[in-house]
């Protein structure tokens, strides 16, 4: 069953904690994406992938991190440095950069 | 002002209706224009996707573009419960940096 597999769908964090978010696909897509989602603001950017071990900043890069050692994973770490780290993080994967892309379920991170 | 415009609502209608979703933009360099149906805390569902003006029909959903006005427009026809959900817009100039709408929620009432 082809996807992209989001994990854990909750996750909850002290302040000032490191937190790595997983993402898998199984899609063989060469391009992944992170994106954040806040109420009342459209989805933002935080990092992409075209290919394995290269990635770009997004607009909001600041206090995060990823990593791109495999093709079918795409790992989001979000640093202490990030001032507002609670919000609905999305992953996507696109079989390139001129195709469309497609979501995984998300998962809502919750700092206390 | 965002480069990406869309009415945050909620938009309420009886099942039936015709329903018709909007964004307006700044970036005349758009040129990927793209509609993503996302119900409560799950990711965006990929609707409908296109390159040039006009109109796109795929079942009971068309999207429209036009570029002259920036203004993009997603028609849902025979609306169901089921298509109660939040409608994103999203376009770019590349599919790697898009930019999103804040969505719009719809209501569709039995």
């Known amino acids: 069953d082809g996807g992209i597999t989001q994990s854990p769908k909750y996750l909850f964090r002290k302040e000032g904690q490191n937190v790595t978010l997983s993402c898998e696909q199984n899609?063989?897509?060469?391009?992944m994406y992170w994106y954040r989602q806040d109420p009342g603001q459209g989805l933002r950017l935080i990092y992409y992938s075209q290919i394995v071990n290269d990635f770009q900043k997004g607009d909001i890069a600041e206090g995060y991190s990823v990593s791109r050692e495999k093709k079918e994973s795409f790992p989001l770490t979000v640093t202490s440095a990030q001032k507002n780290p609670t919000a609905f993080y999305l992953c996507?994967?696109?079989?390139?950069?001129?195709?469309?892309?497609?979501f995984g379920q998300g998962t809502r991170l919750t700092v206390v | 002002q965002k480069e990406v415009e869309q009415d945050p609502g909620p938009l309420s209608v009886p099942e039936g209706a015709i329903v018709s979703l909007n964004c307006t933009y700044s970036n005349s360099a758009f040129q990927y224009f793209m509609w993503y149906r996302q119900y409560s805390r799950k990711g965006p569902e990929l609707l409908m996707y296109?390159?040039?003006?006009g109109n796109k029909e795929d079942g009971r959903f068309t999207a429209q573009v036009d570029k002259s006005s920036k203004y993009i427009s997603l028609f849902i026809r025979d609306s169901q419960p089921s298509d109660s959900a939040t409608y994103l817009c999203?376009?770019?100039?590349?599919?790697?940096?898009?930019?999103f709408g804040t969505g719009t929620r719809l209501l569709v009432s039995p």
């Open positions: 999203a376009m770019g100039t590349g599919f790697q940096k898009l930019v």
């Open positions: 899609l063989n897509h060469d391009a």
């Open positions: 296109t390159y040039s003006s």
């Open positions: 996507a994967s696109s079989p390139d950069r001129n195709t469309e892309a497609f």
